[in-house]
Structure formats: structure tokens, C-alpha cells
């Protein structure tokens, strides 16, 4: 069979170019994501999920008092009718909502295995169950009494809400976390009966800040508690631009088991940090050796969190211990805060503490009208209903007359007693059992109560203050429901002040001590052997290459590197690596430039001074303090112009200086003729016709100069013998004695 392809007609088709197509589809991808899913709304506090979740549970009548039910059922009922999502992304945001250690308070009341605060997946949801908390009542209270819109849902068969009543302050009390497109929230969780404070705070005086409400509101309150060590200036900047962080540490202390020993227990830790991960983080770094003064650490957790963690001696410091764990593991986590929202449902906007609360007030006043509104209409009917009764009972017999002999006995009833049609069908529909004798006088008090209060609503709608009133008095009642003294409203999370150790110290704590010893070849590779090595000559290097500097050091030691360029350069001697291999080149470490070469490398060992020089033999004192450098590119100490460069190094350890020039001429003199400085050039040590500096070395006069050969062999002058020698700084001094190394260095 021959089949012919039809091209299609051009009619009706409009040419667009690709990238414009692009941007209008992938924007509205993008608000439908912000809007539909990753965003909380600023009212109620919920995202499109949980709002369906609670209300299909309203819907099934699994109200705080009534009986559990399957999550399978609840989860059947939200994707079936309002979210056309997959089971598993709607069960998983019921579980949190039910998860104790997630919620500050708890949306839903789960019964079975919810997960745990170890990182344990819950149970599926046929074995699970749930129902309403009273908190989740409350946002859903009025939703029956048109206090809020219904939209149709997404296949127009059922309606559902656009935002619940929303009579918690559930976006603060409860946070947020959401990723968008472009855009993100992170709301922490905070107390309830701060936030009913800030809020009534902000009904007296709708202008105050949000610094100002950081009297009421102290900052985030974890369910798994902690504490939070930023300073206050801080957390007021955070919560007036609606951006930030927290640091949250684990909540610890130490408890004595005797003979001077001690144990530190972990009862909190930071808010959504899985234990399980945490412990298995702490195995590995005492096994990493990256926790020397750490020699244990294990769970002993029932119901309430304790983690052992056993100090190496009694005389480790438990702050420092701690300090170290913070730095290294998630007992210290940060917490971030980006307070994104949908402002009135619809515009995403980062908003300060005052404007969250201010928006959630906005709505509770609107809920009232609304609510005010319909039990007003509802008054009104049942008096016109009443009304009706009245007639009925004033003139009982002609109407029974009526309706016992007319065939359309409504149309007569409202012309006889002129009632209302609503009037009349409330009369035809009565029951006989309601012409009792005393039904009159109950009618006539339910008349007298509906009026008053319909004289109540009427004042409260036409007063602000009046609605303002009200909303604080319903504030009120809440925060006496979740005041500090309840089980669930009690502050869980505390503030101190992160307490300052010493850096070095730190850093020691976090590298076990051992002894090493430091090689560098003469190609700048340097490395750390285990252990204080004596023998060199066992030391490989590659075939071109060979030993320049080694020196005894520890893993928590810093080495010091001066090189050509005149700068000094710190390095960290846990960090290098070790001696298996010919180690890594030095410029690994740091920021050295390709033509520059490596004068000297040593331990630091703190408060010396040092002597260093040029090659024109131009040079000061510098403190070892000085020396140190903070980074990468090094710390510049002595000046040198191309094409001179720094040559020497020295410690002084004496009253005298000798320098030996490359003409081999030796010049000693007063060390005190050198000013020490911090950086410069120096002033000249030496004068040459040809050549430059060589090397230097410092002395006192009642040991004399010593020196070794090429060979090893050691000579000693005394001062009275090295009269030729001696002269002021910048002579050009005198050849070398007998002896000296052709190297023209004192070392050999």
C-alpha cells in the first residue's frame, strides 16, 4: 500500500524566534515553581503540599480527638484530588510534617515509624497512620465559615483552598526550606510565645522596626535545641534584612567519673544534623588522627540524645577539646536564614521580621471580617426564621386551619401573616413536637441573643480598634496555650557568646603530636619523616637531585621559608607530606615565583631574632613574630630589587656578626651596628669591589667563630685571633683565615 505524506499547511502558523519561545515558556516555568511549589505563602505559612495535605485530612475528619488513619489513605486522597504529584513526594512531606525533631510544632500526629532523628527512613505509609495536631486545627479554624477563597483544583472536579485560616503563626514558628528557580527560602524555626509578643507588640504600634522586636522575638528555637553563639548585633542585622545565618552548636557538659577524670556528654545537637552521620563522622577522624586529644567517642542515646565523647588525659582542656570537634564535625552546623515569602499569595520577596509578622496579622484581621461577615448572615437568616416561628405561635390554630384546607397553603400563609418565603417554608417545615407550650419562650430568648450579638458584630465592623481588639485578644489566648511554662512552648534553644581560644592552640589541638624530621632537596621537594632522623645518608632523592635543609620538627609545628624574593612563607608541618616518596615540590604550598629560590628553611620556635641579608650585602634584624606570614603569597620582610636578591640568614646568638663575601674576604664587627627593623632594605653589612654576600654568622666573643669544611672538620678561632678580622659595618674586611671552606659558608 502506498501511503503519501502530506506536508503541513502553513495556515495559522506564526514564525517566532527560538530564543523568545525559550524565555516565555521557562519563565512560566519558573513563577509556576516559585508559586506552586518551593515557596511558602507569608499568610498561613505553608507550601501548596502541606496546605492540600491538612486540608484532605480535614476533609477525612482526623481531627486532634478522633482515631488514626492510614497515611496510604490520606496520601490516596491529596494526589487523587488537589496535587497531581507522585506518592512518594507527597508521603515524604507528611512524614516531616509529623516529625518531632523537624517541626518545632508538629503539623500532624503520626503513629507508627516516622523516621528518627539518626537519619532512619520512616515506615511505608501502609503501615503508618496519622491525624491532626490542635496546632494544625487551629490553621485550619474558620475554613468552614468563608474565611478564606477556594479555587477549583487541577482537574475541576473539587475546590480547595487558596490559603487556610491560618490561626498559628506557622511560617516563623514552624520555618520553611525551599529551592525554586532562581530563588530560595530558609526560614528557621522560632517560639511561638515570642512570636504572639512581637505580634501584639506590632498591634499597639504597627510602625516598629524589626530591631525593635528583638526584644520579644531572641532568634530561632530549634526542637532539637542547641546553642546559638552569633552576637546580638549580628542576629538584629540578620532579621532586619531578612538575610543571614546562625551558628548552632551542640548543647554540652562534662561529667566526673573520679580520680580527676571526666567525660563530655552531648545532650543537643544542631538542627537537622542526622546522630547516626554525626557519630560515623567522629569514628572517622579519631581513626584519621585528626583528634588527638579525642580517644573515644560513641552513642549511648534511648529517648534522649547522649554522646559519650572520652578526653585522651584528664589534663585536656574540655573547651579546646570542643573547639576542635566544633571546627571539624557538624556539632557546630550554620544554619542559614533567607526569609523568601509570598507576599499576599502571589510576589516573592525577601522580607525583615516586622513585615513577616505584619503580613500574618493582615490576614488574621482579614479572616475576621470575613468570618465576621458570615455569621452575621447567618444571624440574620435565623432571625428572619425566628420571626417567622413567632407569627406561627401567635396565630397557631388559624394557621393549621390554613394548612389543613388550602392546596397551596405557602402562597396564603405569606399573604394572611405577610411572611417572607423564607419565613413561610421555616413554618411548613416545622415539626409537631416544636408546638409545645414552651417553645415560645425559648424562641423569644434565642431572638433577644441573636440581636445582641448581630449589635456586637455590626460595632466590630465598623471598628478597627474593635477588629485589632480582637485579633490581640485571639493572640493572647494562643500564647497562653504555648506560653514558656508549657511542655511544648518552653524555650529549647539558649545564646552565649562563642568563647575566643588562641588559634595556635587550636590548631594544635587538631594535629595529634608527633615527633618529625623536615628535608628539603636542593630542588625545593620537601617532605616529613616519621620520627627525629640523625643519618641522612639513608635519604633518597632523585637522580639529579640532593639534601639542602633538614631539621628536627613535630607534626604541630610551623616551618618558616625565606627565599630569594626577600619574603617569608609559613608552613603547616602536619600538612606536609610524608616520607615514602621523594615528598612535593614547596611551591605546592605556596605562592612562590618560578625564578625564586629557597635561602633557608627552619622550625619556628617563637621569639628569636634574625639576621637576614642580600646579596649586595645590604641587611637588618628582624623579630621571628615578624616573620610569620597568613597566607599563601608570604609576608615581605627585606626589599630586594632585581638583580639582588636576599642570600643569607642568620639567628643571632651573639654580640658579634662576621660575613664572608664571594671574594672570600671575612668582616666581623658589633652586631649592635645592625638596626633591627620590620621590613626594608637594611643598611650595608659589607663593601665589595666584585661579587657580593656569601653567608653570615653570629657569635660572642668568649666562645669565638666556629666553622666546618667541606670534610666535617671543625675550627674555632678565638676573639684575640680574629683581630684582622675585626672592623665596623660596611668595611670590606680582610681574606678569609686558613681553613675556611672554599664553599664560602660557615657550614661547609
Not at 228 to 250: H, K, M, Q
Not at 658 to 686: D, T
Request: hydrophobic letters at 40%.
Amino acid at each position: 500500500m502506498n501511503t503519501q505524506l502530506i506536508p503541513p499547511s502553513d495556515h495559522g502558523a506564526q514564525e517566532i524566534a527560538l530564543h523568545e519561545a525559550l524565555e516565555e515558556r521557562y519563565l512560566a516555568y519558573a513563577l509556576s515553581t516559585i508559586v506552586n511549589r518551593a515557596l511558602p505563602d507569608a499568610r498561613d505559612g505553608l507550601k501548596p503540599v502541606h496546605r492540600r495535605l491538612l486540608y484532605a485530612m480535614q476533609q477525612l475528619r482526623l481531627d486532634p480527638g478522633a482515631g488514626f488513619k492510614k497515611c496510604a489513605r490520606v496520601v490516596g486522597d491529596v494526589i487523587g484530588k488537589f496535587h497531581p504529584h507522585g506518592d512518594v513526594a507527597v508521603y515524604d512531606a507528611l512524614v516531616r510534617l509529623a516529625q518531632d525533631f523537624a517541626q518545632r510544632y508538629p503539623l500532624i500526629d503520626g503513629q507508627g515509624n516516622f523516621g528518627n532523628v539518626d537519619g532512619d527512613n520512616p515506615a511505608a505509609m501502609r503501615y503508618t497512620e496519622a491525624r491532626l495536631t490542635e496546632i494544625a486545627h487551629l490553621l485550619l479554624d474558620g475554613i468552614d465559615e468563608d474565611a478564606i477563597d477556594f479555587k477549583p483544583t487541577y482537574d475541576g472536579s473539587e475546590n480547595e483552598p487558596v490559603v487556610l485560616p491560618g490561626a498559628f503563626p506557622n511560617l516563623l514558628a514552624n520555618g520553611s526550606q525551599g529551592i525554586a528557580v532562581g530563588m530560595a527560602t530558609s526560614i528557621p524555626p522560632h517560639n511561638a510565645a515570642e512570636l504572639c509578643d512581637a505580634a501584639l507588640h506590632l498591634i499597639s504600634t504597627p510602625n516598629a522596626r524589626s530591631r525593635t522586636l528583638l526584644k520579644y522575638v531572641q532568634g530561632p528555637d530549634f526542637p532539637t535545641g542547641g546553642v546559638i553563639v552569633d552576637p546580638p548585633d549580628l542576629i538584629a542585622e540578620a532579621y532586619a534584612t531578612g538575610r543571614g545565618s546562625f551558628r548552632v552548636r551542640a548543647r554540652w557538659h562534662t561529667e566526673d567519673t573520679g580520680r580527676g577524670t571526666y567525660l563530655i556528654i552531648v545532650t543537643e545537637i544542631p538542627w537537622l544534623v542526622q546522630k547516626g552521620r554525626l557519630v560515623e563522622r567522629l569514628a572517622d577522624l579519631i581513626n584519621e588522627k585528626k583528634l588527638p586529644l579525642v580517644v573515644d567517642a560513641r552513642d549511648e542515646s534511648a529517648e534522649d540524645i547522649r554522646l559519650v565523647i572520652e578526653p585522651r588525659s584528664r589534663t585536656v582542656n574540655a573547651e579546646l577539646l570542643m573547639e576542635s570537634l566544633f571546627r571539624l564535625s557538624d556539632l557546630e552546623a550554620r544554619i542559614p536564614l533567607n526569609m523568601n515569602v509570598l507576599v499576599k499569595g502571589r510576589i516573592p520577596k525577601v522580607v525583615g521580621l516586622a513585615e513577616v509578622l505584619s503580613e500574618w496579622l493582615a490576614h488574621r484581621r482579614e479572616v475576621l471580617l470575613r468570618r465576621s461577615n458570615f455569621r452575621l448572615r447567618q444571624i440574620e437568616h435565623r432571625v428572619e426564621v425566628l420571626g417567622g416561628y413567632l407569627v406561627a405561635y401567635l396565630n397557631l390554630d388559624k394557621l393549621i386551619k390554613i394548612i389543613r384546607n388550602e392546596d397551596e397553603p405557602k402562597p396564603v400563609l405569606m399573604k394572611t401573616f405577610k411572611l417572607s418565603e423564607v419565613q413561610a417554608d421555616a413554618v411548613l417545615n416545622m415539626r409537631l413536637r416544636n408546638l409545645r407550650k414552651l417553645e415560645e419562650m425559648e424562641i423569644r430568648n434565642e431572638d433577644k441573643q441573636l440581636r445582641s450579638e448581630r449589635k456586637t458584630i455590626k460595632e466590630l465592623l465598623g471598628s478597627e480598634p474593635k477588629q485589632w481588639n480582637r485579633v490581640a485578644d485571639e493572640i493572647r489566648e494562643l500564647r497562653a496555650k504555648f506560653g514558656p511554662k508549657t511542655a511544648l512552648g518552653k524555650r529549647r534553644t539558649s545564646f552565649t557568646e562563642a568563647i575566643e581560644h588562641d588559634e595556635a592552640a587550636i590548631e594544635q589541638a587538631l594535629v595529634e603530636r608527633e615527633p618529625i624530621t623536615v628535608v628539603v632537596s636542593e630542588k625545593g621537594w620537601i617532605r616529613a619523616l616519621r620520627g627525629t632522623v640523625t643519618d641522612f645518608s639513608t635519604i633518597t632523592f632523585k637522580s639529579d637531585d640532593g639534601l639542602k635543609f633538614a631539621f628536627p620538627a613535630e607534626t604541630t609545628s610551623k616551618c618558616l621559608v625565606f627565599a630569594s624574593n626577600g619574603r617569608f612563607y609559613t608552613l603547616d608541618a602536619a600538612r606536609l607530606p610524608g616520607g615514602r616518596g621523594h615528598g612535593e615540590p614547596v611551591r605546592l604550598f605556596i605562592d612562590l615565583e618560578q625564578e625564586a629560590d629557597l635561602v633557608s628553611v627552619f622550625r619556628e620556635t617563637g621569639g628569636r631574632r634574625f639576621v637576614v641579608a642580600s646579596a649586595q650585602g645590604r641587611g637588618f634584624i628582624v623579630s621571628e613574630d615578624e616573620c610569620l606570614a597568613n597566607t599563601r603569597k608570604g609576608k615581605q620582610v627585606l626589599n630586594v630589587n632585581a638583580p639582588d636578591k636576599a642570600r643569607a640568614l642568620a639567628v643571632v646568638e651573639g654580640e658579634l656578626l662576621a660575613c664572608i663575601a664571594e671574594n672570600r674576604k671575612m668582616l666581623i664587627f658589633p652586631i649592635e651596628q645592625v638596626p633591627e627593623m620590620g621590613r626594608g632594605r637594611g643598611v650595608r653589612l659589607q663593601r665589595y669591589k666584585d661579587g657580593g654576600l656569601s653567608d653570615l654568622k653570629t657569635f660572642t666573643a668568649t666562645e669565638g667563630l666556629a666553622w666546618r669544611d667541606s670534610a666535617g672538620r671543625a675550627y674555632s678561632l678565638s676573639l684575640s685571633e680574629l683581630a684582622d678580622w675585626r672592623g665596623n659595618r660596611a668595611d670590606a674586611g680582610r681574606l678569609a683565615p686558613k681553613g675556611f671552606p672554599r664553599s664560602n659558608r660557615f657550614s661547609g
